[in-house]
């Protein structure tokens, strides 16, 4: 049983940046895809990047290319989302997943949410 633990949400300004991380407990994550997902208000969860665990290739949705970074610390069981260039449009609960074992997007755990406001 793997747990995650998101941090770093909170409220900024449009322009502004946040850095999310995820800590992983309870298992190894070194052989599991890791991925950061989002829900707004009456919209439905959505995988916004994804870090694979075999050569840590990032992938991102068309919304956050080139504003958001995902990376992960196989040694800190850790995985990170650097925003940049915030905007309203970002405002949700971003949550933290992880797959399962030598699995491609399987995901399996997932983290409680942290809330992001971004305000214009």
């Known amino acids: 049983q793997v747990q995650l633990v998101e941090s770093g949400g909170g409220s900024v300004q449009a322009g502004g940046s946040l850095r999310l991380a995820c800590a992983a407990s309870g298992g190894l994550v070194s052989r599991r895809d890791m991925g950061w997902f989002r829900q707004a208000p009456g919209k439905e969860r959505a995988l916004i990047a994804d870090i694979t665990w075999r050569s840590s290739i990032p992938t991102y949705s068309d919304s956050v290319k080139g504003r958001f970074t995902i990376s992960r610390d196989n040694a800190k069981s850790t995985v990170y989302l650097q925003m940049n260039g915030l905007k309203p449009e970002d405002t949700a609960v971003y949550y933290c997943?992880?797959?399962?074992?030598?699995?491609?997007?399987?995901?399996?755990?997932w983290g409680q949410g942290t809330q992001v406001t971004v305000s214009s």
């Open positions: 997943s992880v797959g399962r074992p030598f699995s491609t997007a399987a995901w399996e755990y």
